[in-house]
């Protein structure tokens, strides 16, 4: 981890800026939409419900959210000013390393859910790239509220 809250702030903000873009880009796109068609043959309501949220073009509003929640961050770390010392760098790395275990937890999830069902491929690949990053955003958020004083 860095002694430089800015390089925390301009890593979690380009990574956000991508997944914004792509999640903007595509939940209104003619291409994307013909690849997606309500299916409601896996036996979990919540993944039929995600799929319509997806289709709705509504994950463009999911994009918003990341731009918020990272802006937030980068105008608290900015308005910040003094570097990381020892203790916060040690809380940094163990909020990066529980997101680490969240990630090694769902990929092998992610894939027990592809192999289900391959149909909804996509929707279980959205849903892990959400609930990941936002488990990030929000990790990184309550850090830098915590540790902006």
């Known amino acids: 981890m ?16 991508f997944y914004a873009f792509l999640f903007i880009f595509i939940s209104d796109h003619m291409e ?3 690849m997606m068609h309500l299916k409601r043959t896996l036996q979990i309501p919540f993944i039929n419900t ?4 997806i289709m709705g073009g509504n994950m463009k509003y999911v994009g918003y959210a990341i731009i918020v929640i990272a ?5 608290i770390t900015l308005l910040r000013r003094k570097k990381y010392d020892e203790y916060q760098q040690s809380i940094q790395a163990r909020c ?18 592809i192999l289900t ?18 488990c990030v955003l929000i990790t990184d958020l309550i850090y830098v509220v915590k540790y902006s004083r």
């Open 2 to 17: 860095t002694k430089h809250p800015a390089a925390n702030a301009l890593f979690v903000s380009v990574l956000s800026a």
């Open 32 to 34: 994307f939409q013909s």
């Open 50 to 53: 995600f799929t319509g949220f």
């Open 71 to 75: 802006a937030v961050i980068l105008v």
């Open 96 to 113: 990066a390393l529980a997101v680490g275990i969240l990630t090694i937890v769902m990929v092998p999830l992610l894939l027990l859910f």
């Open 117 to 134: 069902d391959p149909n909804y491929s996509i929707e279980f690949i959205f849903l892990f790239i959400i609930i990941h990053w936002f």
